[in-house]
T-cell receptor, first 114, second 113 residues
């Protein structure tokens, strides 16, 4: 079946540094990927829609300059949290659209900013 | 704008008991409906989905959900749960033609022995 690999699964970084999270579709091409953020005991909130070869579309309230998204190929999208702060600590999940076949989710990245 | 309501944040049940996890949505257009399951510190796995056709959809592990357009609901049911069904369950909706998914807040199902 379709697999989306998300890396790293866990990362701890110091406040003020940047962290890059990768999302790869392993056996299919994904022209559209999505980035979600999940707070403890809450639902997934869509942060942005990533389209291959074009700029990402951010949801209202999400800072474009803080959460940089790059979708340079049909199998890779990256989310970079710049100048991370403790309030950015969260669980980040990516998903890839497979058209009529639906969506495949990555296994998530637990980011802790200390 | 579309929204998804999962009325129960937590549902504790005993093993082999039936369970229903409720999901209601609001949308002014046709929708696609999904149930996802999330185990601790993992991503989401698709449980089942409704796109069109039969309003009753089933998963391979015994769950089923019924799309009820008049009640704008897509409740998830299982006649007999197992300990391994303990997880967080999310209902999601996308409006026809859109790739965006809107999620409910989730229901934590805990199956006790």
């Amino acid at each position: 079946g379709a697999v989306v690999s998300q890396h790293p699964s866990r990362v701890i970084c110091k406040s003020g540094t940047s962290v890059k999270i990768e999302c790869r579709s392993l056996d299919f091409q994904a022209t559209t990927m999505f980035w979600y953020r999940q707070f403890p005991k809450q639902s997934l909130m869509l942060m942005a829609t990533s389209n291959e070869g074009s700029k990402a579309t951010y949801e209202q309230g999400v800072e474009k300059d803080k959460f940089l998204i790059n979708h340079a190929s049909l199998t890779l999208s990256t989310l970079t949290v710049t100048s991370a702060h403790p309030e950015d600590s969260s669980f980040y999940i990516c998903s890839a659209s497979r058209g009529s076949y639906g969506y495949t989710f990555g296994s998530g990245t637990r980011l802790t900013v200390v | 704008a579309q929204s998804v309501t999962q009325l129960d944040s937590q549902v504790p049940v005993f093993e082999e008991a039936p369970v229903e996890l409720r999901c209601n949505y609001s949308s002014s257009v046709s929708v696609y409906l999904f149930w996802y399951v999330q185990y601790p510190n993992q991503g989401l796995q698709l449980l089942l989905k409704y796109l069109s056709g039969s309003t009753l959809v089933e998963s391979i592990n015994g769950f089923e959900a019924e799309f009820n357009k008049s009640q704008t609901s897509f409740h998830l049911r299982k006649p007999s749960v197992h300990i391994s069904d303990t997880a967080e369950y999310f209902c999601a909706v996308s409006e026809g033609g859109s790739e965006k998914l809107v999620f409910g807040k989730g229901t934590k199902l805990t199956v006790n022995p």
